[in-house]
């Protein structure tokens, strides 16, 4: 009935699946590509779970993962009771990951370095208290860290972790990876800011980043909150010509 060939391809108008145990990998894909070849055309009504988990000799666990992504990625649209149906007009939907900017470096083929510059637990400062809307007294780690590609500046973070939210970060140890790292593994947020600005470097920052006073600076702001109480403020400044690039 099917050849054993690769997880999707078309004999008599459809996008047949492979023989064997499926991933949710290639369940998500055959399904795009029979999206994507309109055998499931827009408005189209998909099989229910269970028939599609007996296509594929899969579970309908795995199933659901597969149309749940495509779901998110802004090809399906899924009701309960109603089912899941092709969108007319699918829409691509940008998610966030926090990246790290050791994989940054690495991916571009540089040697990534990092060194901890500065390490003080004090009293939020006011600007912050202001921005966040903190209680009065609270306690910030505030960090200062360098990171480097190929021996050469390429990050300086400044960054605010509110202790009340976090307190195991008085624990933590920075000396050999950035707070960054250790926040993505230990603390999830459900609230993100993010801002994108050009400033010119003052003494501090182009004592650092290796550039002139009034050098032009890009940057990034970035808040990240957990079910409403603020969990770290984080100011990134690159070294002058650093371009950002992003792909949806």
Known sequence: MYNDLIPAFQIGGIVAAPKGNMSYRDIKKVVLDRIQNRIWGPDSLLPGEIELAEEFSSTRTTVNRALRELAEEGFLERKRKAGTRVLHSPARKAQFAIPLVRDEITDAGATYRY????????????????????????????????????????????????????????????????????????????????????????????????????????????????????????????TPGYKMTTRL
């Open 115 to 238: 060194s901890l510059v500065k390490r003080e637990v004090m009293p939020a400062p006011s600007w912050l208290t202001a921005k966040l809307a903190l209680k009065p007294d609270r306690e910030v780690l505030h960090l200062q860290c360098m990171h480097f590609a190929d021996n050469e500046p390429f990050q300086l973070e400044k960054r605010w972790i509110i202790v009340e939210s976090v307190p195991e970060v008085l624990e933590a140890d920075f000396t050999a990876s950035g707070p960054n790292d250790w926040l993505v593994q230990k603390v999830p947020f459900s609230n993100l800011e993010l801002s994108f600005f050009a400033t010119k470097a003052d003494e501090d920052t182009a004592g650092f980043m290796d550039a002139s006073v009034g050098d032009p600076i890009f940057a990034t702001q970035r808040t990240t909150w957990l079910r409403g109480e603020p969990v770290t403020h984080a100011v990134l400044y690159f």
